[in-house]
């Protein structure tokens, strides 16, 4: 099974996907975990590129290939064997990241992303997705609890961007029928509960 992980930046989602990791695994399931962009050699060169603060000067479109690029690697090179093996691979992100970040976030073309993520993913295509939704305000609360110095490329980003991006993943939450949105303002053990059901019942 193919399981993903979105949502805004600070949302939690990463402490839920170690949980839901722990929990399958005393099951004694075989687990993958991998985090995007990276999970390979490849992929994390480019991620240390994509979120390096020094390169301010970085073109939307650029962002949009190399995000691609990371995705293609990690497709071919771990999720793919993985799922043909019958193991559980869980990503926290995954392709509908740049749907929303680089498609409403960005303003690139979103009938774009799709042809160049259907190319990208090729049958990798999530089984379900944990779309966990917390509101703007709690956001910028979290952020400001980190030090700027600490932020990395894309959270720099002002302006509008994550208002733009929740649309995008709300969007998303609206027409695919593997979504399942969760409150993220629920207690880190209620979120947990209620993802482990949902596994659980397919
Ligand atoms: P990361 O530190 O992994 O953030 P998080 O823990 O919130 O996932 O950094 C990944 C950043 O890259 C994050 O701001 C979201 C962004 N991103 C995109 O813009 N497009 C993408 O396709 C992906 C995978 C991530």
New binding site residues.
């Given amino acids: 099974m193919f399981i993903t992980f979105e949502?805004?930046?600070?949302?939690g989602?990463?402490t839920q996907v170690k949980l839901l990791s722990d929990f399958l695994e005393k099951q004694n399931k075989k687990v993958n975990l991998i985090?995007?962009?990276?999970g390979t050699l490849i992929s994390e060169k480019i991620?240390e590129i994509?979120?390096d603060k020094k390169n301010s000067g970085m073109f939307e479109d650029c962002?949009?290939l190399l995000?691609?690029s990371?995705?293609a690697q990690l497709v071919r090179e771990v999720i793919l064997p993985k799922l043909k093996n019958n193991e559980y691979v869980i990503s926290?992100?995954?392709?509908?990241?740049?749907?929303?970040?680089?498609g409403f976030?960005?303003g690139i073309p979103v009938q774009f992303i799709n042809d160049l993520m259907k190319f990208v993913i090729s049958e990798a295509v999530p089984d379900i997705t944990f779309f966990i939704d917390i509101p703007l305000e709690v956001i910028s609360e979290r952020k400001k609890a980190i030090a700027a110095l600490e932020l990395?490329r894309?959270?720099n980003?002002k302006g509008d961007f994550y208002k733009k991006?929740r649309e995008g993943y709300l969007y998303l939450a609206d027409t695919e029928k593997r979504f399942v949105t969760i409150d993220g303002t629920k207690s880190i053990s209620e979120i947990h509960e209620i993802i482990q059901n949902k596994v659980l019942s397919i």
């Fill in positions: 949502g805004l930046d600070f949302c989602k990463s985090r995007e962009p990276g991620r994509l979120l962002e949009l995000f691609a990371a995705r926290d992100r995954f392709h509908d990241s740049s749907f929303a970040y680089q976030g960005r990395d894309i959270e980003t991006v």
